[in-house]
């Protein structure tokens, strides 16, 4: 395993993290989901990151449980806070009081004192910027939360942060969390040169575009399976827009290109995903083992410029790359 720095902060985690979005407490038996965290530790990975609502809840409560009796001081722990956790209004959101009250249920699923980083799952637009900050500044303070990050936001919301971070001599975000793979670049423009510039290290999800970079997934074919692509729990629903003919054939021309470096086509993707220098780690998921084991492999991986380009040729008609593509709701779901 390697091993980055997140952002310019002096935290390093591995570069590929491991996390539950869509697997633990919903498509997979809790047994299953151990045992896959058992494999990412026994590859070296050290970066595990959740939300509180994945799975409402249920995931936070299985990783913590997974993850007992290992080293704290030898884990980075991630979770999140923004979408609804319960039925009442503050329930949800970036507020003082939703903050507050998530972060307690957090470290009691996780079953830990604090967590590495902290997240704004999205933009709050019905709370003041400015109590949102400070509230992460006072769990901070309070030693629940060691860095700050954000997961979907754009680059003026980030800036702007950054602006009052500095103003209220409050602690600053160190990370984004954003969708970004072979075929969906909205950070490129925007968000990256941003972060370089202010030492925010990118912690991406989905590298392997909810795996229809992994190459099963043909065009004019039904899907396997048990696949994602035939999960009605969620999975289904995003990896839907990269399943259009004319994108999983241009995938499958990547094949090549795989099999010449000894990859496979996962190994490949999230390979791609780290050879921007703004990326920390790339999330990965699993719900049996030797798909994380085949994963992490992708660690460490240098692909060099002819292959990018290569790739690039390949791939360029059906890349998205607008930056409004990134959204958050414009009022509390």
Same mark, same amino acid.
């Given at each position: 395993?390697?091993?980055?720095?997140?952002?310019?902060?002096?935290?390093?985690?591995?570069?590929?993290?491991?996390?539950?979005?869509?697997?633990?407490?919903?498509?997979?038996?809790?047994?299953?989901?151990?045992?896959?965290?058992?494999?990412?530790?026994?590859?070296?990975?050290?970066?595990?990151?959740?939300?509180?609502?994945?799975?409402?809840? !249920?995931?936070?409560? #299985? %990783?913590?449980?997974?993850?007992?009796?290992? +080293?704290? =001081?030898?884990? &980075?722990?991630?979770? *999140?806070?923004?979408?609804?956790?319960?039925?009442?209004?503050?329930?949800?959101?970036?507020?003082?009081?939703?903050?507050?009250?998530?972060?307690?249920?957090?470290?009691?699923?996780?079953?830990?004192?604090?967590?590495?980083?902290?997240?704004?799952?999205?933009?709050?637009?019905?709370?003041?910027?400015?109590?949102?900050?400070?509230?992460?500044?006072?769990?901070? !303070?309070?030693?629940? #939360? %060691?860095?700050?990050?954000?997961?979907?936001? +754009?680059? =003026?919301?980030? &800036?702007?942060?950054? *602006?009052?971070?500095?103003?209220?001599?409050?602690?600053?975000?160190?990370?984004?969390?954003?969708?970004?793979?072979?075929?969906?670049?909205?950070?490129?423009?925007?968000?990256?040169?941003?972060?370089?510039?202010?030492?925010?290290?990118?912690?991406?999800?989905?590298?392997?575009?909810?795996?229809?970079?992994?190459?099963?997934?043909?065009?004019?074919?039904?899907?396997?399976?048990?696949?994602?692509?035939?999960?009605?729990?969620?999975?289904?629903?995003?990896?839907?827009?990269?399943?259009?003919?004319?994108?999983?054939?241009?995938?499958?021309?990547?094949?090549?290109?795989?099999?010449?470096?000894?990859?496979?086509?996962?190994?490949?993707?999230?390979?791609?995903?780290?050879?921007?220098?703004?990326?920390?780690?790339?999330?990965?998921?699993?719900?049996?083992?030797?798909?994380?084991?085949?994963?992490?492999?992708?660690?460490?991986?240098?692909?060099?410029?002819?292959?990018?380009?290569?790739?690039?040729?390949?791939?360029?008609?059906?890349?998205?790359?607008?930056?409004?593509?990134?959204?958050?709701?414009?009022?509390?779901?």
């Amino acid at each position: 395993m390697e091993f980055r720095r997140l952002g310019r902060s002096g935290l390093k985690i591995s570069e590929i993290a491991y996390g539950n979005w869509l697997t633990h407490g919903s498509q997979v038996e809790e047994d299953a989901a151990r045992a896959c965290v058992a494999a990412a530790l026994d590859e070296g990975v050290t970066t595990f990151d959740t939300a509180d609502v994945y799975a409402g809840t !249920r995931a936070e409560d #299985v %990783l913590g449980r997974a993850l007992k009796g290992q +080293r704290r =001081e030898g884990l &980075e722990i991630f979770t *999140k806070v923004y979408w609804p956790t319960g039925p009442g209004q503050n329930d949800r959101g970036l507020s003082r009081k939703h903050i507050f009250e998530s972060i307690h249920g957090s470290l009691k699923r996780l079953q830990t004192d604090y967590v590495d980083l902290y997240q704004a799952h999205r933009f709050d637009y019905e709370t003041p910027l400015e109590e949102t900050l400070r509230a992460f500044d006072d769990l901070v !303070r309070q030693g629940k #939360v %060691l860095y700050i990050g954000v997961s979907e936001w +754009r680059a =003026e919301e980030i &800036e702007r942060a950054l *602006k009052i971070a500095d103003e209220m001599g409050l602690d600053r975000i160190v990370s984004s969390q954003p969708q970004y793979n072979m075929l969906w670049r909205v950070i490129e423009s925007e968000v990256v040169p941003l972060c370089e510039r202010e030492g925010i290290g990118q912690i991406v999800w989905s590298p392997i575009a909810q795996g229809a970079l992994t190459g099963k997934y043909l065009p004019g074919q039904a899907a396997p399976a048990g696949s994602r692509a035939t999960d009605e729990k969620g999975g289904a629903n995003m990896i839907a827009r990269y399943l259009d003919d004319e994108v999983l054939r241009r995938v499958q021309e990547l094949r090549p290109i795989a099999d010449e470096l000894g990859l496979s086509m996962a190994q490949l993707a999230i390979a791609w995903t780290l050879q921007n220098p703004n990326v920390s780690a790339a999330i990965v998921g699993a719900s049996r083992p030797e798909q994380v084991r085949d994963n992490v492999k992708a660690a460490g991986v240098k692909l060099e410029p002819d292959v990018l380009a290569r790739i690039d040729e390949i791939i360029a008609p059906v890349v998205e790359r607008d930056p409004s593509r990134t959204v958050s709701p414009a009022s509390r779901p």
